[in-house]
């Protein structure tokens, strides 16, 4: 093998490890960066991964919302017709956010099955709700309940 085959041999090894290692880091960040949505039913039958961050999204119960009286923490239940989760929430809630309202939240499930979120996603006008909250509510059946209340006018 003469010197100039063994310089281009070396170039192009160096070049597809190159790519190699950046296709490797770029995998690596979106994989932790990666939020999976559950609905409160994947969530209560414990398929969501615990100490992970997740999104969860469902429509408000109503009369679930707590807030304390002493600090921003507010304690609320989402539901979708088939189960509930409680979710905890230290902060500012979102000004479109109330009872029989469509929220995402994105957090953290703790051992006790609690959703323990650092962010709250409430939807921004009453025809939009976010495609995994419109799909596990159709799946449930509360979305005729959600629409005849919108109807109403009770969940605008």
Request: net charge neutral; hydrophobic share 40%.
């Amino acid at each position: 093998m003469n010197p100039q085959r063994k310089k281009r041999l070396f170039i192009v090894l160096a070049i597809l490890a190159g790519v190699g290692i950046a296709v490797a880091l770029a995998l690596s960040a979106l994989q932790q960066n990666i939020n999976l949505f559950y609905t409160p039913s994947q969530i209560a039958g414990g398929e969501a991964p615990k100490d992970t961050r997740i999104r969860a999204g469902g429509l408000v119960k109503e009369g679930s919302v707590k807030r304390s009286s002493d600090s921003l923490e507010v304690d609320f239940v989402v539901t979708d017709g088939a189960a509930d989760v409680t979710i905890r929430y230290q902060g500012i809630l979102p000004d479109l956010f109330r009872e029989g309202q469509g929220i995402v939240a994105l957090g953290r499930i703790n051992q006790d099955g609690l959703l323990v979120a650092d962010e709250v996603l409430a939807k921004h006008d009453e025809n939009y709700m976010p495609p995994e909250v419109t799909q596990a509510l159709e799946k449930s059946g509360m979305m005729k309940h959600y629409e005849g209340g919108k109807q109403q006018g009770y969940a605008q």
